[in-house]
């Protein structure tokens, strides 16, 4: 039975975790990408025991080298990228004020140049098959802004940017460019903030949870799926209604 193959990054843990898994169980081949071997291979055993076929790529989205030999590997061994999940993304809050220049550019090299990096390295295999999809993990702060920020929320602004640009550029061959944008999700990333923070965020949501990794997995797998044929360029906001 033909599988088309998707390539999620930040697969270890976390949101890009449940991605993997999901996209799995819907008969995608999964190549989990992330800097951490062992835990990269964690998750592809998951991914063969729920029946995929699977490879890891211990890879660093902000570094040019390892991504240009990451895609070629994947090239090699399985032969086609279909699907390509930008979901690696860090955090380094500060007040602008007191935001250091390190922490500036850490944030912007791996949320939205490490994305630009995967899309240039996987644009050439998806035009060659006239058939792809890219799925951007932007965020809700992207369209609203937060206090102490201002590196990651103009990171997933720029996601945003790059999501309707390449939609544009590459809509002609039949290749779609889409962002989901999660409001607040349980993962390690959320786990660390104050109690104070995580009080006050609920109290934002009209569906009154915070969102699980499952609900921003079933927003890709959908997106990747033949369904979402017609959808390009488009922003999901999968957040509870944190932001309307
Ligand atoms: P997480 O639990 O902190 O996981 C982040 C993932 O990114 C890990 O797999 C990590 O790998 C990987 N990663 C970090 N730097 C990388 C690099 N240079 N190259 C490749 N992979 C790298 O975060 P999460 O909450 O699942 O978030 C996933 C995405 O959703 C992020 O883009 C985040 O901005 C976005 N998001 C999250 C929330 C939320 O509430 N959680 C809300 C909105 C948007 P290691 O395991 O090796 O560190």
Not at 3 to 27: D, K, P, Y
Not at 168 to 192: F, H, K
Not at 211 to 220: E, H, L, M, S, Y
Request: glycine letters at 8%; proline letters at 3%; one cysteine or more.
């Amino acid at each position: 039975m033909f599988h088309r193959v998707a390539l999620v990054t930040g697969a270890s843990r976390g949101i890009g975790h449940e991605i993997a898994l999901m996209l799995c169980r819907h008969q995608f081949d999964v190549v989990v990408a992330s800097p951490e071997v062992e835990k990269n291979e964690e998750v592809a055993e998951e991914i063969r025991q729920c029946g995929g076929t699977t490879m890891t790529l211990d890879l660093d989205v902000s570094n040019r080298d390892s991504v240009k030999q990451g895609v070629g590997a994947v090239m090699t061994q399985m032969g086609r990228i279909d699907v390509l999940v930008n979901n690696a993304g860090i955090t380094r809050d500060a007040l602008s004020m007191r935001m250091k220049p390190e922490d500036w550019d850490r944030v912007i090299q791996i949320n939205l140049t490490g994305a630009f990096n995967m899309a240039q390295a996987v644009i050439p295999a998806m035009m060659k098959e006239r058939w792809g999809r890219i799925i951007n993990i932007a965020s809700v702060v992207g369209e609203m802004g937060n206090v102490g920020q201002a590196n990651y929320v103009s990171s997933k602004a720029g996601l945003i940017g790059l999501t309707k640009c390449l939609a544009q550029e590459l809509a002609s061959r039949n290749i779609t460019v889409n962002a989901i944008a999660p409001g607040y999700i349980e993962t390690d990333m959320t786990a660390v903030l104050p109690q104070e923070v995580k009080d006050r965020m609920l109290a934002m949501i009209p569906l009154k949870r915070f969102g699980q990794p499952k609900d921003i997995a079933n927003a890709v797998k959908f997106l990747a799926s033949e369904d979402a044929a017609y959808i390009t360029g488009a922003v999901i906001r999968v957040n509870g209604g944190m932001y309307m």
